[in-house]
């Protein structure tokens, strides 16, 4: 059997996300229609969660290309150790989101940007996670994982501090 050719295999790999978009851009264009359809229903809390269970559908359907990109990118030790690099600097913008938001968490434009940023990190954990027992080379596994390190610590400690927070406003 022959094997196929890297251009193939990354062609292959970007029509499978071209046609993860197309699905979602016609799914939320379809939900779109509907809220201008029946503007009341579409404002209730049911509706969010549907949007978000849709996203997060999206998100599992993206993992399928992105799994066979990070099996490509983890044949060639240059690539996915500039790919490790990356993972690492999106991993410490998780504190840094936490740390804006203690800072400026009067700002509605910090509290949007830090605030999507931290609903996504177990996203980003995930690929995250996904890329580490991918990876091939000790280098950009080690990377990967002070990446992991960071992003699921800064999670744990913001959940603590969430629950701490409520409790302490329960507190009487």
Known sequence: MKAITRRLQLELIGAGYAAVFLY???AFFQRYLYSLREPIDSQSGMAAF?????TLFLFALF???TFFL???MAQSDGVYSVY????????VTDPLAVGLLALFHRSLLI???CGIRLWRSPCVLVVM???RVLGRRSAGKRLITWALLIEGGTLIATFALFVALA???HDG
Do not use: D, H, Y
């Open 167 to 169: 409790g302490a406003g």
């Open 24 to 26: 979602g851009a016609l």
């Open 84 to 91: 490790a690099k990356v993972l690492l600097a999106v991993s």
């Open 70 to 72: 990070l099996r490509v």
């Open 129 to 131: 996670a996904m890329s």
């Open 50 to 54: 549907g949007e978000e269970m849709l």
């Open 63 to 65: 993992l399928v290309p």
């Open 111 to 113: 509290q949007n940007v």
